[in-house]
T-cell receptor
Framework: DAGVTQSPTHLIKTRGQQVTLRCSPI?????VSWYQQVLGQGPQFIFQ???????GRGNFPDRFSARQFPNYSSELNVNALLLGDSALYLC??????????????FGDGTRLSIL | DAKTTQPTSMDCAEGRAANLPCNHS???????VYWYRQIHSQGPQYIIH???NNETNEMASLIITEDRKSSTLILPHATLRDTAVYYC?????????????FGTGTKLQVIP
């Protein structure tokens, strides 16, 4: 079975530009979460979506937005890119929203570099 | 949020058991302990999770103390491919969603 897939794998942008990252969850998984991982640190929670609605947001500015589609895939958008947005962006999926005993499964991420 | 504390790094000889400790002294009764690992340039890989009882799967064993304030991940026979950063996290539900907080993890180096 296919795991969580993310595209693109690598991306280079310049300051001020906008970027869209994509995620396809594991088949049957309805919840998608996004994380930012800066070099040398653990992943930081950005958003969680379930049934096309935002269900949780971490401490990130409004430049970060996301959406989930009827097929449960998701996009993360970042506007007005800053150098500090350079990071590995990870998507994770899980079966449902509120079961803490269901593990999240991660994709391999999109490496975003801002010049 | 219940936070976790892990050693920054550990070494383990190939073929020996790797025991990775985690402190989660503020864990609440309905919070699960999860372990993930991340090999360079890949996404975190789920290993195992537990609530109260010790757990074992094909990858590892998880030992949770009776007071649940700490746990240990055991890789019974470490191989070079087990070299990775290991994250211990506490998983909870709040306000209708599951927020997951990662620390900086333990960098495990398996030595030949």
């Amino acid at each position: 079975d296919a795991g969580v897939t993310q595209s693109p794998t690598h991306l280079i942008k310049t300051r001020g530009q906008q970027v869209t990252l994509r995620c396809s969850p594991i088949s049957g998984h309805k919840s998608v979460s996004w994380y930012q991982q800066v070099l040398g640190q653990g992943p930081q929670f950005i958003f969680q979506y379930y049934e096309k609605e935002e269900r949780g947001r971490g401490n990130f500015p409004d430049r970060f937005s996301a959406r989930q589609f009827p097929n449960y895939s998701s996009e993360l958008n970042v506007n007005a890119l800053l150098l500090g947005d350079s990071a590995l962006y990870l998507c994770a999926s899980s079966l449902v929203l509120q079961q803490a005993n269901q593990p999240q499964h991660f994709g391999d991420g999109t490496r975003l570099s801002i010049l | 949020d219940a936070k976790t504390t892990q050693p920054t790094s550990m070494d383990c000889a190939e073929g020996r058991a790797a025991n990775l400790p985690c402190n989660h002294s503020t864990i609440s009764g309905n919070e699960y302990v999860y372990w993930y690992r991340q090999i360079h340039s890949q996404g975190p890989q789920y290993i195992i999770h537990g609530l109260k009882n010790n757990e074992t799967n094909e990858m590892a064993s998880l030992i949770i103390t009776e007071d649940r304030k700490s746990s240990t991940l055991i890789l019974p026979h470490a191989t070079l491919r087990d070299t990775a950063v290991y994250y211990c996290i506490v998983r909870h539900s709040a306000g209708g969603y599951q927020k997951v907080t990662f620390g900086t993890g333990t960098k495990l180096q398996v030595i030949p």
